[in-house]
């Protein structure tokens, strides 16, 4: 196992498992394509979030509708975990009650946090972000944007 | 003459840190975060164990064998830094936690005792946050303003007249994101030429840099002691001597005091005036350890050796198109650092991917946001050396990069491991 580059070094690849259960096809490809991107309008919902670690911004944005998220974006910049785990989460939040998506992001917190297990497959594209569990410092690189949505839906605009 | 270091002294330097001694994710660590902090030598971990092991008392207090044993090393180890940076006398080191406690200090005794509203506190753009928010803070306590220096496009300071209305230049030494050293004593001139006083920041400079603080003519300088193979906490504060003695305490309580009566006190000499309470004596016993060791190497034959070793990083860096790098691409210009961006991977993903293969790197704004937000970055990846790293290092380093432009670059779906 092992990758021979120019000058004689070979780098060994023991850590690649490591790296795919963090990078996981899902998360890169929500990176590199990531969906609800931008601002909804009209806007009910608003609220940016920071870290200060890492520079990271997020802002999300809904529009409500009979008491349901009608529609859900993000904007800012990160990191492909920070980006992906917003583009993943707008999809999960689309279409529900506040009550349901607070409930799910309070949910996922447990989950990252290590408090409660992970779901099955049941949980889609979240699944793919049990990896980042065992990279402790990127978690809050994962949970940037549900913390922003869970205060927005607190306080709306 | 001053030689590099050749490969049979680099392995002697590099027995002498146990830390690097270790694979990290299975790998042979390669730690390229000294910026952040340094590792520590056995003879400075030796020193410390030494002092709680043989003679651990309080100083300047005691009328005991202990006591007298660790005011000797306490006080030994104040002469130890004065001789390093070339200070008129011991007397005007003050030892403190590290860089942001000296800077503190300053802001907190002098600055807010001599600045008056409108008063101007001239700083420059690539100030770390401890050489940044103090003089906010004093700032608003006094009415004074802040200003800067601005840079040039190679990350150079552009050194400005500076005005009659600044009373206060404070400036880094050598910048923790863009490497840049910069020319302390040109800047010391013109602010003497207004009256003004000088502060420099020399966290990032006296770990690798010889360093005569007669010769900047600097007022005041700070350091940290972790970031110069010394303990974390340790740290000081030169000062001219009539500055310090003009100078009101900053913490008051025990050893600061001379006599403290029903109603008041006075003040102990210099440099007890500015230690109040039990110092860390360890730690100042410490950085004293660390100092006769990059002593007994020489600082000029360390700077020849992060030179050459800076310049290798640059020059391969500069193999791949995707990099861009911070500050000057001369490695004169700049310290043992190197600040990229690598196409459009995150400083994170990259500085994971590096954990991952046992190189550490540092990722973010390394506390020095108002720089990034002019470079309109929001962040880097730093990858800092000292004098125990190789070009061995680098060529794994530079292979990792390779394997990083494959993993997250070529294969967007992320199997990227057809290997």
């Known amino acids: 196992m092992g990758i021979s580059l120019p000058g004689g070094v070979t780098l060994c690849y023991l850590p690649a498992n490591m790296l795919e259960e963090l990078y996981q096809e899902i998360i890169l490809d929500h990176y590199r394509r990531p969906r609800n991107k931008g601002k909804a309008v009209p806007t009910d919902v608003a609220y940016k979030e920071y870290n200060p670690l890492c520079g990271d911004e997020i802002e999300i944005t809904a529009h409500l509708a009979d008491g349901k998220i009608a529609e859900i974006k993000f904007d800012g910049h990160g990191c492909s975990i920070s980006q992906a785990s917003a ?3 707008t999809q999960q939040l689309q279409g529900k009650t506040v009550a349901e998506a607070r409930a799910l992001i309070e949910r996922l917190q447990l989950m990252m946090r290590g408090e409660i297990p992970f779901g099955g497959r049941e949980m889609g594209d979240l699944k793919a972000l049990e990896g980042v569990l065992k990279f402790p410092v990127r978690v809050k690189c994962c949970t940037l944007a549900w913390h922003a949505a869970y205060e927005g839906l607190k306080k709306g605009v | 003459m001053i030689t590099l270091l050749n490969n049979i002294e680099l392995e002697e330097i590099r027995d002498d840190f146990p830390v690097l001694n270790q694979h990290v994710h299975g790998q ?12 520590k030598p056995r003879q400075v971990i030796d020193a410390i164990t030494d002092y709680y092991q043989r003679y651990n008392a309080n100083v300047h207090r005691g009328i005991h064998a202990l006591a007298e044993r660790a005011t000797r090393e306490y006080e030994l180890a104040r002469q130890k830094v004065a001789r ?12 403190t936690s590290g860089a942001t406690a000296g800077i503190n200090l300053v802001a907190q005794s002098w600055a807010r005792t001599n600045l008056r509203p409108g008063d101007e506190i001239l700083l420059t753009w690539m100030e770390h946050h401890s050489n940044t928010v103090p003089w906010y803070q004093v700032a608003a306590q006094t ?14 300071l552009a050194v400005p007249e500076i005005g009659p209305r600044t009373k206060l230049v404070a400036v880094t030494h050598a910048s923790n994101v863009l490497g840049t050293i910069n020319p302390v004593r040109e800047l010391a001139d ?4 207004v009256g003004a006083v000088i502060l420099v920041d020399g966290a990032q400079s006296l770990p690798h840099l010889p360093i005569d603080v007669q010769a900047l003519d600097c007022d005041f300088l700070v350091f940290s002691g972790h970031k110069m ?3 974390t906490g340790s740290g000081a504060l030169y000062g001219k001597r009539h500055l310090l003695e003009a100078m009101p305490p900053f913490l008051g309580g025990g050893e600061m005091i001379r006599e403290v009566t029903p109603t008041g006190f006075t003040c102990n000499d210099l440099p007890y005036k500015f230690e109040a309470g039990t110092p860390a004596i360890a730690e100042a016993i410490g950085l004293g350890a660390a100092v006769d060791y990059l002593q007994r190497i020489g600082m ?5 050796h992060e030179i050459e070793i800076t310049q290798y990083a640059m020059d391969r860096l500069c193999e791949f198109v995707e990099v861009i790098i911070y500050g000057p691409l001369k490695a004169e210009q700049r310290s043992g650092l190197v600040a990229f961006t690598f196409s459009d991977i995150h400083p994170h993903d990259l500085a994971t991917f590096f954990d991952q293969h046992g190189i550490a790197i540092r990722a973010g704004h390394h506390c020095a946001m108002p720089l990034h937000k002019k470079l309109r970055l929001a962040a880097t990846a730093r990858a800092s050396f000292y004098l125990y790293n190789t070009r061995d290092e680098i060529d794994t380093f ?16 992320g199997r990227a491991l057809g290997f």
């Open chain 1, 87 to 89: 583009s993943i989460m």
């Open chain 2, 28 to 39: 042979h660590l390669i730690y390229f975060d000294n910026a952040a902090t340094s590792q």
């Open chain 2, 84 to 95: 390093f940076i070339h200070a008129e006398s011991p007397e005007q080191i003050i030892f």
């Open chain 2, 143 to 156: 009415g004074a303003v802040i200003t800067r220096i601005e840079l040039n496009a190679d990350g150079i």
């Open chain 2, 190 to 193: 013109a602010a003497h030429k």
């Open chain 2, 229 to 231: 193979l010394g303990p």
């Open chain 2, 300 to 304: 000029e034959k360390i700077r020849r």
């Open chain 2, 398 to 413: 530079i292979a990792a990069l390779a394997a990083a432009k494959k993993f997250f670059g070529a294969c967007p779906t």
